[in-house]
């Protein structure tokens, strides 16, 4: 058995994994924000298909299908999945509801079906952005008001969890945290467990909201029993992952959590901004950091599908824009030992 460790690894994901571009008819009424909105991502199977192990989802509590007319034309099958009441994902109520697993138990079914047919797999990273975002009205527009979590829309997420994978294909705090006291002492005397031991098999985080993760922890005290870690401050003995989405203004933190062998997401670009323009340092910055996961919405095996149009206009393409944006490792992997291991192998590729 490798004795590479989960934090020993670094891998490429996507951010808003669902996500398929709004339509064009609504760029007349919100362009700036659709700018930044202007990109589709292939389903989750494609993505974990072409070897990308880490994953973002935005949930919506949604007792009553009140998301079930948005403003913008989508699919009908997605349209239907609107009409029942349960956990939906997709980006911003009316406006950006595309996605290519409206509800969360159709995500986990997907992922849980593709795993079940690549027995063996590298862990995948999945993060659970648990949110309620709201538009503000806009002329003759009145948006669709997010429902707000309660203790019951974790419960309901825990179970989907529990019911789609089966906690026998989750990696938990309560493994990782062992006989120690708390995740951060596990973390400290043992690390993370090997990658070997881990095959096959998800790690969620919940992430974003600080009331829901404060929600979690109360359900979970010391995390004790969660099917999910929470995204807390580096200094809480309940860290085990961070977002620090900036790798230019926050490496400093970014190479401290490393040292303290949390895990770290980040990002290579934002709002489209990169993928228009072709810039690279953030995502330069992003790949030599100590971050475990980097984050794009133009990942290099994916890149065809997920490039920008731009709102329906000519991408920027300065000169030396050439080949176009895109997030990728050396020899085309999308995992690899990571760089700042000091491990002999650290900067190859490993087999998804």
């Known amino acids: 058995m490798s004795t590479l460790r989960l934090d020993d690894v670094q891998w490429i994901g996507t951010h808003n994994s669902y996500h398929t571009a709004p339509p064009v008819t609504l760029y007349k009424q919100f362009d700036d924000r659709a700018v930044a909105w202007d990109y589709t991502h292939p389903p989750l199977a494609a993505q974990l298909d072409a070897g990308l192990r880490a994953l973002e989802l935005d949930v919506y509590a949604d007792d009553d299908a009140r998301f079930a007319s948005p403003l913008g034309t989508i699919p009908p099958e997605t349209r239907d999945a609107f009409k029942e009441p349960g956990?939906?994902?997709?980006?911003?109520?009316?406006?950006?509801?595309?996605?290519?697993?409206?509800?969360?138990?159709?995500?986990?079914?997907?992922?849980?079906?593709?795993?079940?047919?690549?027995?063996?797999?590298?862990?995948?990273?999945?993060?659970?952005?648990?949110?309620?975002?709201?538009?503000?009205?806009?002329?003759?527009?009145?948006?669709?008001?997010?429902?707000?979590?309660?203790?019951?829309?974790?419960?309901?997420?825990?179970?989907?969890?529990?019911?789609?994978?089966?906690?026998?294909?989750?990696?938990?705090?309560?493994?990782?945290?062992?006989?120690?006291?708390?995740?951060?002492?596990?973390?400290?005397?043992?690390?993370?467990?090997?990658?070997?031991?881990?095959?096959?098999?998800?790690?969620?985080?919940?992430?974003?909201?600080?009331?829901?993760?404060?929600?979690?922890?109360?359900?979970?005290?010391?995390?004790?029993?969660?099917?999910?870690?929470?995204?807390?401050?580096?200094?809480?003995?309940?860290?085990?992952?961070?977002?620090?989405?900036?790798?230019?203004?926050?490496?400093?933190?970014?190479?401290?959590?490393?040292?303290?062998?949390?895990?770290?997401?980040?990002?290579?670009?934002?709002?489209?901004?990169?993928?228009?323009?072709?810039?690279?340092?953030?995502?330069?910055?992003?790949?030599a950091s100590g971050a475990n996961i980097i984050s794009s919405d133009a990942p290099a095996a994916i890149a065809g599908v997920a490039a920008a149009r731009s709102a329906g206009k000519p991408a920027a393409k300065p000169a030396g824009a050439s080949p176009p944006y895109s997030v990728g490792f050396p020899e085309g992997a999308t995992v690899r030992v990571h760089p700042r291991s000091d491990r002999d192998d650290a900067g190859l590729g490993i087999d998804p």
Not at 136 to 149: L, S
Not at 169 to 195: F, M, N
Not at 196 to 219: H, P
């Open 87 to 287: 956990l939906k994902v997709f980006h911003v109520p009316d406006i950006d509801q595309g996605s290519t697993c409206p509800t969360l138990r159709g995500c986990l079914d997907d992922l849980a079906s593709w795993s079940a047919a690549h027995p063996g797999h590298l862990p995948v990273f999945v993060m659970l952005e648990c949110v309620a975002r709201e538009v503000g009205d806009r002329g003759p527009f009145t948006f669709t008001k997010a429902e707000r979590w309660e203790d019951r829309h974790l419960a309901e997420l825990e179970s989907a969890l529990l019911e789609t994978l089966g906690a026998d294909r989750l990696i938990t705090p309560d493994e990782v945290r062992g006989s120690a006291h708390t995740l951060a002492q596990a973390l400290a005397s043992e690390g993370w467990p090997l990658v070997d031991q881990l095959r096959g098999r998800f790690l969620f985080v919940i992430t974003n909201d600080a009331g829901v993760i404060a929600m979690q922890r109360a359900r979970h005290p010391g995390l004790r029993g969660s099917p999910c870690f929470v995204e807390v401050d580096e200094t809480d003995p309940d860290c085990a992952i961070l977002v620090l989405n900036n790798p230019v203004n926050q490496r400093e933190t970014i190479d401290r959590a490393r040292a303290r062998r949390v895990l770290v997401r980040t990002r290579a670009d934002s709002e489209l901004e990169e993928v228009r323009t072709g810039a690279t340092a953030r995502r330069d910055a992003a790949l």
